[in-house]
């Protein structure tokens, strides 16, 4: 199951070191589809996007695209007409290689913003990428795609007789609407392109976007779903049973990666699962969801095992959402906090109700539950502490 | 000049021990005005509050309110009734004491959320403050309303015939629309109630609006303005030469206590100016503005002293503000770092342009400056870097 984007049939990947990154590690990945093979997609919001992004999401658009060429390194982001040239460069160069059509190959970018892909480096390793091709070459292609990541991310589940795969990497500028997270996954599966787009919008799309890292959109991310048709099994036509297992073993390979990312995030000694509930409509239970999960006063108090749950309260209140204070309630883990806005007094002292919040916080998980009124919508964010090495990592980033 | 609150005539101030501070250090303040003192005030937009800014805010609206006191240690937040009940209790013991009517004391709290404020302790320091009480008692009252703060925090100044004076305290859960962060200002001009409501919101309001330290907003934030009249100079009339004197005298109070609160954010090393120009509004503009001195991206590269210009175009994206990504420039100090949202690729050559940024963030402050199109509004935020000092601060606070 570890064969990531190639567990699918109908699949070959590689992935190699072309000189991109300084260090020496693999930086070119590619991923092929048989002839016949549909994508679907979905993009950044931030209004600065990389070269990359608006060459794949117009291909995309226009329904092209049966292969992905990603280098690490360079995100290819506010590189104006040079990045446009180089994305194209790179597709043109790479369709070529593979005797497909240009339009047919899609590119993404992860690393510094701003700095100019290494074309010269790309374009030589890539014949080596091209060669390295193969239907077990999902690992290699789950690691070519790291940057600051510390392990490469790959999942797989079965919806026999189909199967789906996935790789992804992003460890920072990761937030609700995408990251600097690139995120490939493949089903063998023979489905319509309009059907793929409403896999990735249903399945993976808010899997992904109750992640946050940071509270820090990025400029470069995608989440692309590739189906290859080559399990050899009827059309999957939507509403079927067939349907239903192929949405769900997307699902959990969506569940899988997203874990694996948040657990590999900047500098995170421990991840933090925000649910929201009782209210109004599933908006506001995002948007305290997320307040919380960003608030650099919970991250640091979730790093320092220190519950204080004034901090939650503060961070909820903070968010926008129309709340009244006097309906808040708040578990950490399973001691219950704050009942009806009031921390009880007891907190302070010590009757175990502090301990118990304080050794829910030194577990590699924590759930914070907040209940913020009656009403039927929740909400649940994936985010992590902030730690000394969270800063570490970003103060030394490109030096 | 640093006799702060008790620079105008007409006000003595106390700050003294009273026990609510594990630490020993002075934690119970007291400000009082001459009869006929008049006050104006703004109070944090969290839908939290704390509950002497509930009686604060709502006995300031009645009109009332010569006198203010603070206790710090316990913020009185989630604290129920029983919090409702201890400020209340906590302004009539003070009005005893002074032989003023009860509505006429407010009260202001910082500290632990959650916490019940420790009254017994509280009550007991009272007769104390009120006997310490002195016209020359600025200093002491900056130093009793600190928590996290490394030093007390107060600024004068003139506008012949009268005087103006402040304090404030507050390091972090700081962010625009005000703060764990308690300000007074006191002048001994004579000011109908109404004029000094518009004094606030045109010379304070914006001015501690424009601080950010992490974007928590607390439960607790509070701006007082209080004037005596004891100057014996005539009252000063809105539009007169007087009123542009006076609010030039409480803009100077104002920017310096803001100079003064940023500069001692918690473990914060270089401050951040973040200048927003060519905005078609200035609520766009402060957004913009805000998502750059909000990034923790953006605080963590400041902190490590390295430019990373995308980080900047990627929180200017990010903000949710319309941007043609084109139309965008970035200077870090004199360094032009992106022209028309491109990252000059010699920025990444040993060039001297990243050596100018790099050098720039290694002052004690450093300014930001992002146009972001050619239209008229601008908006200008001070923030701080997140350094290592933040996490620990922030990890270990209540323990």
Known sequence: MSAGVTYPRGFRASGIVAGLKPSGRPDLALLVGDPGTTVAGVFTTNAVVAAPVTLSRARIAAGAGTAVIVNSGQANAATGARGDEDARATAVATAQRLGLAPDDVLVCSTGVIGEPVHMEELLAGLPGAVTALTAEGGEAFAEAIMT???????????AAPVRVGGAAKGVGMISPNLATMLAFVTTDAAVVREDLDLLVRTELAPRFNALTVDGCTSTNDTVLLFAS???????????????????????????????????????????MLVEVEGATSEADARCVATAVADSPLVKTAVFGSDPNPGRILQAVGSSGVEIAPSRIDVWIGEAHVAHEGVIPPAYFAADGLRASAEAAMQEREVTLRIRIGDGPATSRVLGCDLSYDYVKINGEYTT
């Open 148 to 158: 600051t990541d510390t392990v490469a991310k790959s999942a797989a589940a079965d």
């Open 229 to 271: 048709g080559a399990a050899g099994a009827p059309p999957v036509d939507r509403g079927s049973d067939a349907w239903t297992a192929l949405a769900s073993a997307v699902g959990a390979v969506g569940d899988a990666l997203v874990s694996q990312l948040i657990h590999d995030a900047e500098g995170a000694t421990t991840v």
